[in-house]
């Protein structure tokens, strides 16, 4: 069971929007609308910021967004903030009934 | 409050057993999942594995598979993971978190650090 891909790492600056993808197989991220992604500040416990794809949890910013189209994955972050600098993992559901991680992209804001 | 909480720091010597714990509270500890995740340090998440603490079903990642057990006491609400022999390889944070109807992990635990050392 491999990991899903993302890029090891993605920049912006205040203000701007990024995009982190996440790539599985037809058998994880094509085949189901379970992928979710997560936050994860140094140190400290990540935090679920998209599930099923697209929904965004009571509390989150609407300047997080997510988006599916084939194997693929994507989290959208406009207006980027200094505080969204972090670690952001996706994870989906898989044909085995487990779930996956994606291998975590850094999140710098310069 | 639903929370999820975690037992201490251990430190450990290699060939020795461990079982951590994870105390659910604030919501009905038998109605959702609760999963453990690793992160070596300085690496990535890795799904270990649920448990379903209503009836003690349970999925295991190929990854885990044979290496940890996953239990829970529903009595006391609480998760746990096992080891029977502990190798340097298993020194990581481990945290639990509660699986929402929608397979997020939606609440977690503070992380569970295990060091394993001769």
């Known amino acids: 069971q491999s990991a899903l891909t993302q890029p090891a790492s993605v920049s912006g600056s205040p203000g701007q929007s990024i995009t982190i993808s996440c790539t599985g197989t037809?058998?994880?991220?094509?085949?189901?609308?379970?992928v979710s992604w997560y936050q994860q500040h140094p140190g400290i416990a990540p935090k679920l910021m998209i599930y099923?794809?697209?929904n965004r949890p009571s509390g989150v910013s609407n300047r997080f967004s997510g988006s599916k189209s084939g194997n693929t994955a994507s989290l959208t972050i406009s207006g980027l903030q200094a505080e969204d600098e972090a670690d952001y993992y996706c994870t989906s559901y898989t044909s085995s009934s487990t779930r996956v991680f994606g291998g975590g992209t850094k999140l710098t804001v310069v | 409050e639903v929370q999820l909480v975690q037992s201490g720091a251990e430190v450990k010597k290699p060939g020795e057993s461990l079982k951590i714990s994870c105390k659910g509270s604030?919501?009905?500890?038998?109605?959702?999942?609760i999963g453990w995740v690793r992160q070596m340090p300085g690496k990535g998440l890795e799904w270990m594995g649920i448990?379903?603490?209503?009836?003690?079903?349970?999925r295991n990642s190929p990854s885990f598979q044979g290496q940890v057990t996953i239990s829970a006491d529903k009595s006391i609400s609480t998760a746990y993971l096992q080891w029977s022999s502990l190798k340097a390889s298993d020194t990581a944070m481990y945290y639990c978190?509660?699986?929402?109807?929608?397979?997020?992990?939606?609440?977690w635990g503070q992380g569970t650090m295990v060091t394993v050392s001769s």
């Open positions: 448990i379903y603490p209503g009836d003690s079903d349970t």
């Open positions: 978190a509660r699986q929402n109807s929608g397979t997020s992990f939606d609440i």
């Open positions: 037809s058998s994880d991220v094509g085949r189901y609308n379970y």
């Open positions: 604030g919501y009905s500890f038998t109605n959702f999942w």
């Open positions: 099923e794809v697209t």
